[in-house]
């Protein structure tokens, strides 16, 4: 009985010592940036302005600055190109300049349209709309992070074709580029866990260092995002349950008061799916001239880290 | 470089029937402990590295009883998320399947073994997937004989896993539980009985 007892101490007592205490928050800086507004000489409700993209920075804004991020924020929603530029790729890269050298976290969200420029995925600051060789494209954003000193990066983006600025590292993604139902090739892959070693094998083999920066995207590489005005005041889809993981404890998987970016990507995922996807999987658009239907899912980079985002409240 | 280790543990499996012998003992295992996961290049660590729990189930089988013997064991294991850096990130935690081979050492009242092998694991909460080989010494002694034929040992083990983007190194105890032809002499009676 003495030795179950100790073989028992043995394999509990270094589990119990894992659970360490939160060390105090570092310093953190958010840049937020929505675009409603990218042309002022249309109508509020015209191509290419969006509806609530604004509505989303805004409330992403209030949300990191009271989970004690300090906060620079850039929303384009105004009748004056001037104001608007606070969204603009100068004025986005020059926010990213600002924080050079900084070793704390820094978060970048953006909400707005996304594109591909030669299957590269992009995001489009304002100003830029008609001119894609504007537009930031993913190893555009992640050089300019690097070549600041940034180390300890976050970025997410609720926006067209974000999928691309998601990097699988040493990892293999089950979500496909194009998820849903009824497109070609859009289930998750691996049935069975051992469906996935050809894959992992090729990964592990051709890794060749990357980016440690985390990554979370509303949708894949070959796939559109969604705003509406079903999800709270009207918001992006994928920025509302982000909104909404602040405050319901399902977003909180371990109980431990703290929303990490795997959960944030966890709880939105399964709350696209069971509410925007099962409502409009057999909606379509046509992307590229390709069918693309409008279920859709986030994506996580492959990053061995994970960040603690904000508490649950 | 990954290609010559993934080629240098398949191939040292090949070499393990060398070891083998005629009598063959199936175990089944429990382990825990704790491990420290860091970010690497393999020239240096570019994270501040973080303890977490670990814990596993194998099972598998000791061919030989002779002073060599060859060990072919899989399982399942759970790695479980570090505590946070000062910095607010932590290492995510993972489950995986993983099967390995190795060389035992029976001395005495020691058992001494080398598993090399493969681990194909899934990170918690989410979809990506991943593979990479590992590294398992440990020592065993066994301290109570369960009948004529079973026996329970006690030992620790090294886990150290070359992930592609981050190493790991652990420290575990293990609770073995086997089956032997002839049973195993324990250390304070000298007998199996």
Redesign the interface.
């Known amino acids: 009985m003495k030795?179950f007892k100790?073989?028992a101490f043995?394999?509990?007592f270094?589990?119990l010592?894992?659970?360490?205490a939160?060390?105090?928050?570092?310093t953190?800086n958010a840049l937020v940036y929505g675009i409603s507004r990218y042309d002022v000489n249309v109508p509020a409700t015209s191509y290419p302005n969006l509806t609530w993209t604004d509505d989303d920075a805004d409330s992403m804004s209030s949300l990191l600055f009271n989970s004690g991020w300090n906060v620079t924020e850039g929303i384009a929603n105004s009748e004056l190109n001037s104001e608007n530029l606070v969204a603009s790729k100068e004025t986005i890269m020059s926010d990213i300049e600002n924080l050079k050298g900084f070793d704390?976290?820094v978060l970048f969200y953006y909400s707005g349209h996304g594109s591909r420029i030669n299957g590269e995925s992009t995001i489009i600051p304002y100003g830029t709309v008609s001119n894609p060789s504007q537009w930031i494209r993913v190893s555009e954003l992640y050089a300019k992070f690097e070549l600041e000193g940034l180390d300890?990066v976050i970025i997410i983006l609720d926006s067209c074709h974000s999928g691309g600025f998601v990097q699988?590292?040493?990892?293999?993604?089950?979500?496909p580029d194009v998820y849903g139902t009824r497109d070609a090739y859009g289930n998750?892959s691996?049935r069975w866990?051992?469906d996935?070693?050809g894959?992992?094998?090729n990964?592990?083999?051709h890794?060749s260092?990357?980016s440690?920066f985390v990554s979370i995207s509303a949708a894949g590489a070959g796939e559109l995002s969604y705003e509406s005005s079903a999800f709270g005041t009207g918001h992006g889809i994928f920025t509302y349950f982000m909104l909404q993981s602040a405050t319901d404890p399902e977003s909180d998987?371990?109980g431990d008061g703290l929303v990490?970016s795997?959960?944030l990507?966890?709880y939105c995922a399964a709350k696209i799916d069971a509410t925007w996807n099962s409502e409009n999987y057999q909606n379509y658009e046509y992307v590229d001239g390709k069918k693309i239907y409008a279920d859709y899912l986030p994506h996580?980079s492959?990053?061995?880290?994970?960040?603690?985002l904000w508490e649950t409240k | 470089m990954?290609?010559k280790l993934?080629a240098a543990i398949a191939l040292s499996s090949l070499c393990i029937p060398l070891f083998a012998g005629p009598a063959i003992s199936p175990y089944v295992a429990?382990?825990?402990?704790?491990a420290v996961?860091a970010?690497t290049?393999y020239d240096t660590f570019?994270?501040l590295p973080a303890?977490?729990?670990a814990?596993s189930v194998q099972a598998g089988v000791v061919i030989g009883d002779g002073l060599w013997s060859a060990m072919l064991q899989g399982g399942q294991s759970y790695q479980?998320?570090?505590?946070?850096?000062?910095?607010?990130?932590?290492?995510?935690g993972f489950y995986s399947?993983n099967l390995a081979t190795g060389p035992r050492l029976q001395l005495e009242y020691f058992d001494v073994y080398l598993l090399g092998g493969f681990m194909?694991a899934?990170?918690?909460?989410?979809?990506?997937?991943?593979?990479?080989p590992y590294l398992e010494p440990g020592v065993s002694m066994p301290?109570?004989a369960l009948g004529d034929h079973f026996s329970?040992d006690?030992g620790v083990s090294v886990p150290v896993h070359l992930?592609?983007?981050?190493f790991s190194a652990g420290?575990r105890?293990v609770?073995t539980v086997s089956y032997n032809e002839t049973q195993k002499p324990l250390p304070w009676t000298g007998t199996g009985e």
Do not use: K, Q
Request: negative net charge; proline residues 4%.
């Open positions: 030795l100790t073989s043995m394999i509990m270094p589990i010592m894992a659970s360490c939160m060390p105090e928050a570092p953190r704390g976290i300890h699988d590292g040493a990892t293999s993604d089950a979500i998750i691996y866990f051992i996935s070693l894959a992992t094998i990964s592990y083999i890794y260092g990357g440690n998987f371990n990490t795997t959960e990507f966890a996580l492959g990053t061995p880290r994970e960040f603690a | 990954r290609i993934i429990a382990t825990g402990g704790v996961t970010e290049d570019v994270t303890a977490s729990a814990a479980a998320a570090t505590a946070f850096t000062a910095d607010w990130y932590r290492y995510r399947l194909l899934r990170y918690d909460l989410s979809f990506s997937y991943f593979f990479f301290v109570l329970l006690l992930r592609a983007d981050s420290l105890a609770v």
